[in-house]
């Protein structure tokens, strides 16, 4: 039996084997994704899903994941355990030169934001409509600032898995694993803990004390780049995914999570 999950994603099921398959359009992608997964495996990375390859079209397979629960990021062990699987990953450089691996691109963290701010700064007119006026300056300000303000320093880099989102964390009995690595990079590690600091402090009810204990490294990251705290990526990431599919109840959520942030961001920078 044959079970679509996304318009590239299918569960198959049949006697004796239970896989998830993904297809992939862009060979280049698929080739990343399938030597970042061998070289996983190699390393005994068990984080990670065992993975099969199908070259002819262009398939990647794995175990079909049997979830115990959704990943919350409310939950502090959760928050720490994903923290713990991320360590990992990114040690593997101690033993993998990932560099040396030409199908994974580099990143640059500053980069990500003049991207994201320029699809902002290009929806003016929908931001302001459907989140007002003031919080759509506030926030661009904020952005600009940040920018002009990011530290530019020489940094070790490694593996990076490049989009921490909760649906990427799957809880199961022997524990959390990673999957989808299509946006993996090579990096310096302090981007991927910038972007989780911003994608937990929400969940967090914006007490950074309370996640600065689960992870003293965000600390340090906080003082070497004061800037990853003012950028606010994770409203412009809402506010991005809303416009590609609005919807009245969608927007009331998120005028409320606007209001929470833009409250919380200058308690956060101002009074901090």
Known sequence: ??????PNVWRLKEEGRDV???SYEELVLYLKVKHLHKQLMKLKFTQALPTEFDDENQL???PFCKVTHVTDYTESATRK??????????ATEKVESWWEQTTLPASSLYL?????LSRILAVEELLIKHFGKDPYLYFVRQAEEAMSEYVHYEAAHTLIHGDIAHHNFLQTASGIVIIDFDLASYADPDEEWTLLLQRFLPFADYD????IDEHPDFLRIIEEQPSGLRYPNEVFREWLAFLQKPH??????????????????RKLWYDA
């Open 81 to 90: 355990e994903i923290i713990h699987v991320l360590e990992k990953l990114h």
């Open 248 to 265: 009245k109840r969608k927007q009331e959520r998120l005028l409320a999570f606007t209001a929470k942030a833009l409250e919380n961001h």
């Open 112 to 116: 990500k934001w003049q991207l994201r």
């Open 60 to 62: 990647i397979i794995q």
């Open 1 to 6: 039996m044959l079970e679509a999950i996304k």
């Open 208 to 211: 950074l004390q309370q996640l």
């Open 20 to 22: 998830c398959i993904k």
